[in-house]
């Protein structure tokens, strides 16, 4: 079974480094430490990028509008732990939730 579709494949190869734009302060999922990114999103990131090379870069924003914006205006590809709302799916993809 492949882990990603051609789809993902062809987008992870169009984008060498991956930006991550974590919320600062949603323990124990994700959060910042000491301007550290941690928790159980860095934990599964980490896993992929060991797994399958893929790197990540993680970029901090200091409030959750900032962080929407910056995924609406395309200056992040990702954040791992965001609802799926009608408004949101307007410019984002998401996955199945895991």
Known sequence: MDVFTEEEI????????VTVAPEDDYAPIEYYDNGNFIGLSREYLDWISEKYGI?????YYKTWSDILSALRDNRVDLQTAI????DRSEYLDFTDAY
């Open 10 to 17: 062809q987008w992870l190869m169009s984008r060498p480094i």
């Open 55 to 59: 790197q990540f870069e993680y970029v």
């Open 83 to 86: 609802v799926k709302t009608p």
